[in-house]
C-alpha cells in the first residue's frame, strides 16, 4: 500500500498550489479520501474530505471557499487544489485514505508534502 503526495512548495500569500496523492496497492474507489495539515507545534488537523465515490465533500471551517478536493477513481488520485493562501496555511499536508468495516476497517497515510506561504 502506498500513498504518495506531491506538489507542495513554496508560493507567496494570495498564491495557488495543487497537491495530489497517487494511491497504489488498495481498491481506492472504496476509500473515503482527507487530506490533513500539521504545522509545527500543532496538533495534526482535517482539512477536507471526499466520499469514495466523490459525490459528498466537506472541509475545515477555516479552508471553505479557499480549498476544493477532488479525485479521479480511474488515476487512483486524490487532489487538493488550494487558492488564496496565507501564512498560516504553512504545514506538512498528508493523505489519508480510510474504510470502516464491521469490526474495523483500513487505514493509510501518506509522507506528506511541505507546503510553505510566505513572501
Known amino acids: 500500500v502506498q500513498l504518495v503526495e506531491s506538489g507542495g512548495g513554496l508560493v507567496q500569500p494570495e498564491g495557488s498550489l495543487r497537491l495530489s496523492c497517487a494511491a497504489s496497492?488498495?481498491?481506492?474507489?472504496?476509500?473515503?479520501m482527507r487530506w490533513y495539515r500539521q504545522a509545527p507545534g500543532k496538533e495534526r488537523e482535517v482539512v477536507a474530505f471526499?466520499?469514495?465515490?466523490?459525490?459528498?465533500?466537506d472541509y475545515a471551517d477555516s479552508v471553505k471557499g479557499r480549498f476544493t478536493i477532488s479525485r479521479d477513481n480511474a488515476k487512483n488520485t486524490v487532489y487538493l487544489q488550494m487558492n488564496s493562501l496565507k501564512s498560516e496555511d504553512t504545514a506538512v499536508y498528508y493523505c489519508?485514505?480510510?474504510?470502516?468495516?464491521?469490526?474495523?476497517?483500513?487505514?493509510?497515510w501518506g509522507q506528506g508534502t511541505q507546503v510553505t506561504v510566505s513572501s
Open positions: 489519508n485514505a480510510r474504510r470502516f468495516l464491521p469490526g474495523g476497517g483500513y487505514d493509510y
Open positions: 496497492g488498495f481498491t481506492f474507489s472504496s476509500y473515503a
Open positions: 471526499i466520499s469514495s465515490g466523490g459525490d459528498s465533500t
